[in-house]
Nanobody
Framework: QVHLVESGGDSVQAGGSLRLSCTASGVTASPYSFYSVAWFRHILGQEREGLAVIDSAGTTYYLDSVKGRFNISQDNAKNTVYLDMNTLKPDDTAIYCC?????????????????WGQGTQVTVSS
C-alpha cells in the first residue's frame, strides 16, 4: 500500500512560482523505483486534468499546455516527486493531487493510477 501526501500549495500572484511535493510512505523500498507518478489538478466543475508524469526510468511526459512552465522531477532517496510551476496564471488555480501507478499506459489518464493523495490547494491571483 502506497500512501501519498502532497505539500507546497499556496496563494501566489500571477507570474509567480511554486514547488509542490508528493511524498510516499508505507513501503520499505522506494515506491518510486517501481511506479509512475503523475500530477493532476482539479478545478471545481471540471474534469480532473493530468499535467505531468515521471516513470521509474525518470522519463517525463507533459500536458502540452504546461510544457515549458511546469517541470516534474523525483528524489528517490526522499521518496518524493516534485512539480515546479513557473509563470503561474489565475487559470492554474486548482487542487493539485499526485497519484502513483505501476502499469501505466495512458500516461495522463486518472484511471491508470491506483494511489492518490488528498491534494494541496494552489490559488493564483491576478
Amino acid at each position: 500500500q502506497v500512501h501519498l501526501v502532497e505539500s507546497g500549495g499556496d496563494s501566489v500572484q500571477a507570474g509567480g512560482s511554486l514547488r509542490l511535493s508528493c511524498t510516499a510512505s508505507g513501503v520499505t523500498a522506494s515506491p518510486y523505483s517501481f511506479y509512475s507518478v503523475a500530477w493532476f489538478r482539479h478545478i471545481l466543475g471540471q474534469e480532473r486534468e493530468g499535467l505531468a508524469v515521471i516513470d521509474s526510468a525518470g522519463t517525463t511526459y507533459y500536458l502540452d499546455s504546461v510544457k515549458g512552465r511546469f517541470n516534474i522531477s523525483q528524489d528517490n532517496a526522499k521518496n518524493t516527486v516534485y512539480l515546479d510551476m513557473n509563470t503561474l496564471k489565475p487559470d492554474d488555480t486548482a487542487i493539485y493531487c499526485c497519484a502513483a501507478g505501476q502499469y501505466v499506459a495512458d500516461k495522463l489518464a486518472p484511471h491508470e493510477y491506483n494511489y492518490w493523495g488528498q491534494g494541496t490547494q494552489v490559488t493564483v491571483s491576478s
